[in-house]
């Protein structure tokens, strides 16, 4: 058997014909048209219950580097260069710092939920103080940040925050309700074919803070005003209205297809009781593929296990490693705070396939494959 390690399932244009027949007899085709309208207002209503504001853009790595400078062009801490990046995430997290102009301080993750560590933030707080721009914490694999947590140490410390969600897109918090929700700062979800919600490149910028998302929204169409004059920093961000089409259509079906994979996801767990999973700390999880660590003291290391499943059909990533602090550009870059946990888990972490359709049958294969591998 081959299972591959993703499978990326956009909606198929092809079985909305009349849907793409009136996107291209509109004669709109970017600007934020009445299609990026349209699915701005449904997901706003659908996930946020109408709360503040949300917008598009073209890659969540963008949006990341456009919420990053919102919050530092206009709440500027003179001076600040820093910004606290978890070692433990995506490289495009760190490359909207480097964008920004600012210089990463790499640090650590819980042991358990895999979320950037609070005591790391705290101490590289009191230590750094008015040097630190921003706070870039990252939703790991789409587990919940707490949000709240965030906003009073904004508030109390006069640091802004932005948040990394790109996996999140289809969480729920521990009180039910869409991941972001409620947020005075930018959260920032991807809609890339490889995550749950696949399109093909997007992303989503929500903020309770309505003025925040008018800004960003100016930020992305060159900063300009009614007159077509910029009033300040720009750059063309926007999403076209193609791909909002396949996130229009996506919406209707997200629910179920993040349910299946919470099923799925269920199922190995059950089935791999010596792997190590993440503790997740919302009521679901948008599950992009299933992250987990061999066991401890197993006698086979990673590379030689990745290559094993590979030899019986079984593909897997390995994310989050390497690490940033790993990567070349990264530690030229950056300071490197202490990272015990994340240097753990990187060392032992693999990715096992999901995808919105997968059959029982193909998991219980992996699972087997995996067992087998250890030894
Ligand atoms: C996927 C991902 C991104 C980048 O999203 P794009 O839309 O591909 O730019 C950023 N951060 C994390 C944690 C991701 O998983």
Redesign the pocket.
């Known amino acids: 058997m081959r299972v591959p390690f993703l499978k990326p399932r956009p909606v198929r244009l092809s079985d909305h014909l009349d849907e793409l027949a009136a996107h291209e007899a509109s004669g709109v085709f970017s600007n934020f048209g009445p299609v990026n309208t349209a699915f701005e207002t449904r997901l706003l209503h659908r996930a946020f219950g109408d709360e503040g504001a949300c917008m598009t853009a073209?890659?969540?790595?963008?949006?990341?580097l456009l919420a990053l400078r919102e919050a530092t062009y206009f709440n500027r801490r003179r001076g600040a260069k820093f910004a606290l990046v978890p070692s433990f995430?995506?490289?495009?997290?760190a490359h909207a710092v480097s964008w920004c102009g600012l210089t990463p301080i790499l640090y650590d993750v819980e042991p358990g939920t895999w979320l950037p560590s609070r005591e790391a933030e705290r101490r590289l707080l009191e230590r750094h103080g008015d040097d630190v721009a921003a706070l870039l914490p990252?939703?790991?694999?789409g587990n919940c940040l707490d949000l709240e947590g965030y906003a009073e140490l904004s508030a109390r410390t006069g640091v802004p925050v932005v948040i990394?969600?790109?996996?999140s897109l289809g969480s729920l918090d521990a009180q039910g309700r869409a991941f972001g929700r409620s947020a005075p700062m930018a959260v920032?979800y991807?809609?890339?074919a490889?995550?749950t919600f696949a399109t093909s490149?997007?992303?989503v910028i929500y903020c309770a803070d309505k003025d925040r998302i008018a800004r960003l929204r100016q930020m992305a169409n060159f900063g300009f005003d009614d007159r077509r004059s910029s009033q300040m920093p720009g750059l063309n961000a926007k999403l076209a209205e193609l791909p909002a089409l396949l996130a229009l259509k996506k919406l209707d079906e997200i629910d179920r297809i993040v349910e299946r994979r919470t099923g799925l996801y269920a199922l190995y767990r059950n089935l791999l009781p010596d792997f190590v999973f993440q503790e997740l700390t919302g009521l679901r999880t948008a599950h992009?593929f299933v992250p987990a660590l061999l066991p401890e003291g197993a006698p086979v290391c990673r590379a030689d296990f990745v290559q094993r499943m590979k030899s019986l059909g079984v593909g897997l990533g390995t994310?989050?490693s390497p690490h940033l602090a790993e990567q070349p550009y990264f530690r030229e870059i950056s300071l490197v705070d202490q990272l015990a946990v994340t240097e753990r888990l990187a060392s032992r972490i693999v990715a096992l396939p999901l995808y919105d359709e997968m059959e029982e049958a193909e998991l219980r294969y992996v699972c087997e494959a995996a067992a087998g591998c250890l030894h």
């Open positions: 073209c890659n969540a790595t963008i949006a990341l995430t995506f490289a495009a997290t990252c939703a790991t694999f990394d969600a790109a996996a920032v991807s809609m890339h490889t995550k490149e997007g992303a992009q994310y989050f």
